[in-house]
């Protein structure tokens, strides 16, 4: 339950974080594939016309509306975000308030994502993590659903099987079958089942209570901090012995550029996010492969961030103490790495003082590159200059 309820808190951090971005900025945007259908009310013989889109359909916006007839599928990003149309394929959806309407029909499956999801309509399968989910009466879900979210409320139908992890769970309290499948449920506690909501068998799964003692949490940051010690002692191994030039300069800059190291650092976050989303949706998945590459790297850089910074902390101190060697240059950066390993265990100024720590490593490591790639240019136009 807390492994599932930890994964989608950091999925919904991810998605406020790009909320945030400037690609919230208004963005519609479709293939050229666009028509519009004129067609006739038998009953009153009134003309209607719909949009017919023959592609995917891409839609970026503060509100979302999709009530279109779209022959693929649909990724739809913003705060509130209403489905009202038939979809031919999948519909991918990240809001705040996602809304799939009675009169809304998904040939393909549902990938949402938000704090309140309602689904009124019809769809084959459900894939969502929510704080608020609720499947309502009009509902039918031709398949099955996976779930996992605080609330959830079910009114609707679910033609199989159901898989469920909710802290709060609701069936609707009437005659007919809800699930016509099974019911699988890990809940904070075991639910009244009405009689007939669930055609097949009932399976609840009681959450896993762990006591940790006193000994064994000190046993972990042990662990913690020692395989954070030996890890930064490759790193500065590598660097201080291979790369002398980026100690010397991660030095400079700990002493002169702290905080635009830091805002550096926090950039790059936002904008190597910012740039995979849009070059994922924009090139119409085209783009993940190099989207990967960048996160990929990203996240190598982080991991080594705070030895980077350490690093440079450790140059400064052995310069002060007048024993700039190898080996007292090792000995402080462990010592740094060390002291933000137990500062980081305090609560709350703990994870301040680490996150502190990574972006101005992390921005230290952009500023040696963007250094570098300065440097490179500048002597080979000294060169072109002899020459």
Do not use: W
Not at 80 to 90: A, H, P, R, Y
Not at 302 to 330: E, P, Q, W
């Amino acid at each position: 339950m807390k492994k599932l309820l930890k994964f989608k808190t950091f999925f919904i951090s991810i998605m406020l974080l790009l909320l945030l971005s400037p690609l919230c900025m208004a963005v519609n945007e479709t293939a050229d594939n666009t028509n519009v259908v004129s067609t006739t009310n038998q009953t009153g013989g009134e003309e209607i016309q719909y949009q017919f889109v023959a592609s995917d359909l891409y839609k970026f916006d503060t509100d979302v509306t999709v009530d279109d007839i779209v022959d693929g599928n649909v990724f739809a990003f913003g705060q509130n975000i209403t489905i009202s149309g038939e979809i031919g394929g999948d519909v991918f959806a990240f809001g705040n308030n996602v809304t799939v309407t009675k009169a809304g029909y998904v040939h393909g499956s549902i990938f949402v994502m938000g704090n309140n999801v309602t689904i009124d309509g019809i769809a084959y399968d459900i894939y969502g993590c929510a704080s608020k989910f609720v499947i309502d009466t009009n509902s039918i879900i031709a398949r099955d659903v996976r779930i996992a979210c605080n609330d959830l409320t079910i009114n609707g139908q679910i033609k199989r099987d159901a898989y469920i992890v909710a802290d709060n769970f609701k069936l609707a309290d009437n005659s007919s079958t809800l699930i016509s499948g099974n019911l699988k449920y890990q809940s904070s506690s075991e639910i009244s089942i009405p009689d007939g909501a669930v055609g097949g068998t009932v399976t609840y799964n009681k959450p896993e209570e762990k006591t940790e003692t006193v000994f064994s949490k000190v046993l972990s940051y042990v662990r913690n901090i020692v395989s954070t010690l030996l890890y930064s002692l490759v790193i500065a191994l590598l660097v201080i012995f291979l790369a002398p030039n980026f100690k010397e300069k991660t030095a400079e800059l700990t002493k002169n550029k702290l905080p635009l190291s830091l805002g550096i650092g926090i950039l790059t976050i936002i904008a190597v996010f910012a740039i995979s989303l849009a070059l994922f949706f924009f090139t119409g998945g085209l783009g993940i492969g190099i989207s990967g590459l960048a996160i990929t790297i990203l996240i190598v850089a982080l991991t080594i961030s705070k030895t980077v910074f350490a690093i440079g902390c450790s140059k400064l101190i052995i310069t002060k103490m007048n024993k700039d060697n190898k080996g007292m240059h090792i000995l402080f950066t462990e010592l740094v790495v060390l002291l933000i390993s137990l500062v980081e265990i305090i609560p709350f100024v703990g994870g301040l003082v680490g996150f502190i720590t990574s972006m101005i490593g992390l921005g230290i490591i952009v500023l040696n590159i963007v250094s570098k790639k300065t440097n490179t240019i500048e002597t080979s136009n000294v060169n072109t200059l002899n020459k």
